[in-house]
């Protein structure tokens, strides 16, 4: 089999393309409808959890801590996502094309974050405790600028996030306006915004994807930002590391590509789409993932020699809290699941040139992601509130179990993800149509004396 | 890569090699001013050795001054090598091409600069071999292994070894072209170096695989290296400002964006002196430039999360410290100049595509952020010494000799010297690659538009 063979390429007809892309979000049968409905029975245990835990453990701060742990898993799984569309339209390359619209739509689920903090913000201590302000980023702000401005950077990520799906929608929503019939035709045609793609139109959509990608990715990081100081480090006592919010927006970002490539995966065998997510993407998914764990390593590292070298009381209660006390397994697992199994698997080209070996990467990497979060969040909101003034933790608390009510918010929270992005692959095709027409453009499979390849072509 | 000229393998060897085997009218004259600088500062460090370190404006409590700072500066330069040659050859980046060499010899250049300072700072030079070596066996002395110290020129050697293999691997081919085209000793000098090379299908295949290798190799040591110099000074905890675990990927960052901007001042340079117009083009300049703008913006959050982290904990003296970096003369001033300088003036510069192609503006700006960030390194290291302390009686601020600002200056005229040296014996521009990219290069017309195309092979 010639690499060609191997390597599928999509139809370089346009009409087949947009026929075989819009029919698929027509596609559907009793699996998928029965799917949908546990989903929604499902998400329905996210408000349930919520409540319960608001009856049960309404007046105990140190109980939330899992509660913060899921949002700041959920908003790292989903919300680095886009940054896999970003950052090669950045660099001009056309591999992502195909993948970007996964992309964009897990970004888009931003909103079950807003609905998690909703009970967060009812538990997380002002900036002024007992008559003296406590130690956090917004110094001499205002008492509850914590709770404003974590809030405002959620719905400003959810915001942007569904304004950049939408943005590079529009010339699929004007294929749909023109190639269905029914609902499809006035939902395309309602959003389409009277889009007929001439040049004007072009580029005026060029611009508004680049800068809506770009203010995605400051809001990001600056969402990252302030949830990690907020919502972990700023409980707990004399905790001051600078790289703890890069190292929580770049293990967000690796856990936005594990999101990817098991999106990828699905979209690619059960949606029957191997024409159009190749071994291509796969390949460049794996290597971003590979480099991503490595990044894990490195920021994690930055960290741990600094208090670990340090040695003053300080850095090692961040220790005992953290790495070395009632935490140490958890960060194992975390750290195998993170990084040491990731890059052990990815690291052979072989098993970044397929489709199942990053699918199995992707997997691990979210499960040490999940267990990342819960190292940092719950032992920060385990931590006695009447500690917050103190210079340095001199006391470490036991390790918390999840009740009930966390498992049902986590279940809830996962089920809603999947179902927001079900939901939407009914609206809009999964791959986008005029991605792919791009790409049949800007790239094309070809040979060169012996070897096979593709011939790019970049324009300014 | 719109400004390409298709030119002929016979013109690329002889305009590329107008360096090594013809010599430029101004060639010797700014060798032999470069010379007689480098003569006097040589002179200089034995003057110093003679009087000791009293010829320096190193007191109580500031024992680090401009010698550390410089070795500081230095190690970030050589950072350029690595990210411009090793990254952009992984990440398959066209416009890399033309840059390879001189970002790879710089990296050798600047290395064994910095590798002078920490020498020349010691005063009695030979007292070095203390700290490396275990000089007395009967009495149990060891060297600290644990120390950052200890491990710098360890780092720094490995990465020196790398970085020559890597730079030697990249030169093989074009020793073979020079090889062809000399004679006498010089044709036995490069035949020696060429190692048989013939150009067969098995000797590219060999190359191209050890660079690649190489390159993966020589990233996980780019990173260490500057991420070891700033644990010299993270890993303290006696003074404010240095105890910080963001130090290790702020100075890498701030090493690539130094390094990556003396490569654009390099590039320049080059294009004037040798005239290689058709080859190094205002193309790569904006393509630098719009990296430079990514690893800019990504520095000054960096600097932005130590700058807040360092207030963040509270702490008076760290407080302290800050008001008198960012508030008091004459760091003020430092100050002020150092974020125009790395940030400020060029980064909004970059945003225009006329600035990013007009060479003149690049070499200025280039320029400009190494000052700032030569003045980063010397606010960092500096200040927190020089700040007053209990117990510490001595409390004049620190203000360089000019003997060591002469060994500064002696630095520049020491990497030029030996540029101008490499470029006598060895092409600074890689001819293969040159070569290669012509080969791979095409056009296609996409509607009105003649795009460029790029061959890319695909893995098997």
Redesign the interface.
């Known amino acids: 089999m010639t690499n060609q063979e191997k390597h599928f390429w999509p139809p370089s007809d346009p009409s087949v393309v947009r026929t075989e892309l819009i029919n698929n979000t027509k596609k559907g049968g009793s699996t998928l409808r029965t799917i949908v409905v546990s989903l929604i029975l499902l998400s329905i245990l996210i408000i349930v959890g919520i409540i319960g835990k608001v009856i049960i453990d309404g007046n105990d701060q140190t109980q939330w801590g899992y509660v913060a742990a899921i949002l700041a898993f959920i908003l790292s799984a989903t919300g680095g996502a886009p940054m896999v569309a970003i950052a090669p339209l950045i660099a001009k390359a056309s591999w992502a094309r195909p993948i970007s619209r996964i992309a964009h739509i897990i970004g888009s689920v931003s909103i079950v974050n807003v609905i998690i903090m909703i009970p967060i913000l009812r538990m997380l201590p002002p900036l002024i405790v007992d008559g003296t302000r406590r130690r956090s980023i917004w110094f001499e702000a205002p008492n509850y600028s914590p709770h404003f401005w974590d809030t405002l950077g959620l719905i400003m990520l959810a915001i942007t996030g569904i304004a950049l799906l939408y943005s590079s929608s529009i010339p699929d929503f004007a294929v749909m306006r023109d190639s269905s019939d029914g609902i499809r035709k006035k939902i395309g045609k309602i959003l389409s915004r009277g889009f007929v793609g001439t040049t004007v139109q072009w580029s005026k959509l060029r611009m508004r994807i680049g800068i809506l990608s770009t203010l995605y990715f400051f809001v990001l990081v600056f969402v990252h930002f302030i949830i990690s100081t907020d919502l972990s480090m700023s409980m707990v006592p004399g905790w001051r590391d600078a790289i703890y919010p890069m190292y929580h927006t770049m293990s967000g970002i690796q856990g936005g590509v594990a999101s990817v490539i098991i999106l990828c995966w699905i979209v690619r065998k059960y949606g029957k789409n191997q024409n159009y997510i190749t071994i291509n993407q796969f390949w460049a998914l794996g290597r971003i993932m590979f480099a991503t764990s490595l990044m894990w390593i490195y920021f994690f590292y930055s960290a741990f020699i600094v208090f670990w070298y340090g040695r003053s009381e300080s850095d090692a209660a961040w220790l005992d809290l953290l790495i070395r006390g009632p935490m140490m397994y958890v960060f194992i697992i975390a750290m195998l699941f993170s990084f040491v199994i990731p890059w052990w698997w990815l690291i052979w080209n072989r098993v970044r040139n397929s489709f199942n070996g990053p699918f199995i990467g992707a997997i691990i990497v979210l499960i040490g992601l999940l267990l990342d979060r819960i190292r940092l969040y719950v032992p920060s909101w385990s931590v006695d509130p009447k500690l917050i003034h103190d210079k340095w933790l001199t006391e470490i608390p036991k390790i918390l179990y999840p009740d009930i009510w966390d498992i049902m918010i986590f279940i809830g929270s996962i089920s809603l993800v999947f179902l927001i992005i079900i939901g939407l692959s009914r609206i809009l095709p999964l791959i986008g149509v005029w991605e792919i027409h791009q790409l049949n453009l800007l790239s094309k499979p070809g040979k060169f004396m012996k070897a096979h390849g593709i011939r790019v072509a970049k324009p300014d | ?2 400004q390409r000229k298709s030119v002929t393998q016979e013109y690329t060897n002889s305009v590329l090699l107008n360096g090594t085997l013809e010599t430029p009218k101004w060639w010797p004259y700014l060798v032999s001013i470069l010379l007689f600088f480098v003569l006097v500062g040589i002179g200089l460090f034995f003057v110093q050795i003679y009087f000791g370190l009293g010829v320096t404006g190193l007191s109580r409590p500031v024992y680090w001054g401009l010698y550390i700072t410089t070795f500081v500066f230095w190690v970030g330069i050589s950072h350029a090598g690595i990210m411009i040659s090793a990254i952009l050859r992984l ?1 398959q980046a ?1 416009w890399r091409r033309p840059v390879t060499r001189a970002a790879e010899i710089l990296t050798i250049f600047s290395l064994l600069t910095a590798l002078v300072f920490p020498l020349i700072h010691a005063g009695r030079t030979w007292r070095i071999i203390y700290w490396l070596l275990p000089y007395d066996f009967s009495r149990g002395i060891w060297p600290n292994i644990r120390s950052p110290l200890f491990m710098d020129p360890i780092a720094i050697g490995t990465y020196l070894t790398g970085s020559t293999l890597f730079l030697f691997i990249a030169l093989i081919p074009d020793l073979a072209v020079l090889r062809d085209r000399t004679t006498g000793l010089r044709k036995g000098f490069y035949t020696i170096l060429a190692m048989g090379w013939r150009g067969n299908p098995r000797q590219w295949k060999m190359q191209v695989v050890g660079g690649i290798l190489l390159s993966a190799l020589m990233l ?1 040591i780019f ?1 260490s290296v500057h ?1 070891i110099v700033s ?1 010299d000074f ?2 303290t ?1 006696g003074v404010e400002g240095w ?7 702020y100075f890498v960052i701030g090493a690539v964006h130094s390094g990556v901007s003396a490569v654009v001042t390099m590039m320049a340079l080059m294009r004037w002196g040798w005239k290689w117009n058709d080859f190094i083009r205002p193309e790569h300049f904006d393509a630098l430039a719009r990296l430079l703008t ?1 690893v800019a913006t990504a520095w000054l ?2 600097t932005f ?2 700058l ?7 702490d008076a003296p760290e407080i302290a410290l800050r008001e008198m970096q960012i508030f008091q003369y004459p760091w003020n001033m430092l100050f002020l100049l150092f974020l125009l300088t790395g940030y400020i003036i060029p980064v909004p510069m970059w945003l225009f595509k006329r600035v990013r192609t007009n060479i003149a503006l690049m070499f200025w700006s280039s320029i400009m952020v190494n000052i700032g960030m030569w003045l980063e390194r010397f606010l960092i290291i500096v200040p927190g010494l020089a700040r007053k302390t209990p117990f510490v009686f001595t409390w004049e601020a620190y203000s360089p000799s000019w003997f060591e600002w002469y060994i500064l200056f002696w630095s520049f005229c020491w990497v030029t010297l030996l540029m101008l040296l490499f470029s006598k014996v060895f092409p600074l521009v890689p001819l293969f690659e040159q070569k290669e990219s012509e080969v ?1 290069s ?1 056009s ?1 017309k ?1 509607g009105r ?1 003649n ?10």
């Open positions: 890569m719109q990440t066209e996980p990173v991420s644990w993270a890993v905890i105890h910080s675990t963001i130090f290790a990927p990514v959050g960096f999360l130590e807040i982290f360092a207030l963040y904990g509270l791979f095409d296609v996409i538009a795009v460029p195309t790029i061959f890319r092979e695909e893995e098997e």
